[in-house]
């Protein structure tokens, strides 16, 4: 299996990049424009899924320039969580597709696990996009706060009672279990039951590095047995990736089949 697994944005030139790989799954990155361009969106999406590509979409993660959070006191960024949350249900339901989204990012208001207030309030949150939402989002973990591995309250505050299905960042939860990989297995045991989907990512573990498999600490060996059955993509640094040549999601490919 080549596991040509790639992301993207709308960039017509980025998408044909990625066609030239023949990829499987494509992700596609949306930011907050994007939204007030909904044909852009399905234009992508009928492209791919023409090819035969497994198409995801990924949930734009700013709002005038800063990062959203499903509990944010600002009315403005709360809004648009929930009428971009709304707008991606509507064309995922069409085309029968999944969207990543996250609770929160890092350094948000979102990103004091032991603020029990802040704990509730976020469920609560979460329930209310699960009414309007069904199983279109995939929640995805980030690597510090109340939606990060390091939370002892993840699993039984959220992750069970909701029945969350979950997209999990191994570099995130590597990052959130402060560099372990025995610590990292044993998040996995308990938490890759309830992914649908995984963005693969290695780091060395102390920031959000988005680095190529193979060059960071995560012991891939380990993890692989976790998610080789499960749709995944290589997330690497997307600063770069954005650009034309997808070159170390490839070479991220290649290393993973050989693991």
């Given at each position: 299996?080549?596991?040509?697994?790639?992301k993207?944005?709308l960039?017509p030139e980025?998408?044909?990049?990625r066609?030239?790989?023949?990829p499987?799954i494509?992700?596609i990155h949306?930011?907050?424009?994007?939204?007030?361009?909904?044909e852009r969106?399905?234009?992508a999406i009928q492209?791919?899924?023409?090819?035969?590509?497994k198409?995801?979409?990924h949930h734009?993660?700013k709002?005038?320039?800063g990062y959203?959070?499903?509990?944010?006191s600002?009315?403005?960024?709360?809004?648009?969580y929930d009428w971009?949350?709304k707008r991606?249900v509507?064309i995922?339901?069409k085309?029968k597709v999944?969207?990543?989204?996250h609770?929160?990012?890092?350094?948000?208001e979102?990103?004091d696990y032991?603020?029990?207030?802040?704990?509730?309030?976020?469920k609560g949150?979460?329930?209310?996009?699960l009414e309007m939402s069904?199983d279109?989002?995939?929640?995805e973990?980030?690597?510090?706060?109340i939606?990060?591995?390091e939370?002892?309250f993840?699993?039984?505050?959220?992750?069970?009672?909701?029945?969350l299905?979950l997209?999990i960042?191994?570099?995130?939860s590597?990052?959130a279990?402060?560099?372990?990989?025995?610590?990292?297995?044993?998040?996995?045991?308990?938490y890759a039951r309830?992914?649908e989907?995984?963005?693969?990512?290695?780091?060395?573990?102390?920031?959000?590095?988005?680095l190529p498999?193979?060059t960071g600490?995560?012991?891939?060996?380990?993890?692989?047995?976790?998610?080789?059955?499960k749709?995944?993509i290589?997330e690497i640094d997307?600063?770069k990736?954005?650009?034309?040549d997808c070159?170390p999601?490839?070479e991220?490919?290649?290393?993973?089949a050989?693991?």
């Amino acid at each position: 299996m080549n596991y040509i697994r790639l992301k993207t944005d709308l960039t017509p030139e980025h998408i044909e990049n990625r066609l030239s790989h023949q990829p499987e799954i494509v992700e596609i990155h949306l930011n907050e424009k994007d939204l007030y361009q909904p044909e852009r969106i399905e234009a992508a999406i009928q492209l791919l899924q023409s090819k035969g590509i497994k198409v995801y979409l990924h949930h734009p993660p700013k709002f005038q320039g800063g990062y959203l959070d499903i509990i944010s006191s600002d009315p403005k960024r709360r809004e648009f969580y929930d009428w971009s949350s709304k707008r991606l249900v509507e064309i995922c339901q069409k085309y029968k597709v999944k969207c990543v989204i996250h609770c929160h990012y890092a350094n948000s208001e979102g990103s004091d696990y032991h603020d029990e207030k802040k704990r509730i309030e976020m469920k609560g949150r979460i329930e209310e996009i699960l009414e309007m939402s069904g199983d279109v989002f995939l929640w995805e973990d980030t690597i510090g706060g109340i939606f990060s591995a390091e939370n002892p309250f993840l699993f039984t505050e959220f992750i069970e009672p909701l029945q969350l299905p979950l997209n999990i960042d191994i570099s995130h939860s590597f990052i959130a279990v402060n560099g372990s990989n025995l610590k990292l297995k044993k998040h996995l045991e308990v938490y890759a039951r309830h992914a649908e989907y995984f963005h693969l990512v290695d780091s060395e573990g102390k920031t959000h590095d988005s680095l190529p498999l193979g060059t960071g600490k995560i012991d891939w060996k380990m993890v692989k047995p976790f998610v080789e059955k499960k749709d995944f993509i290589f997330e690497i640094d997307l600063r770069k990736s954005m650009h034309l040549d997808c070159k170390p999601m490839v070479e991220s490919a290649r290393y993973f089949a050989e693991v």
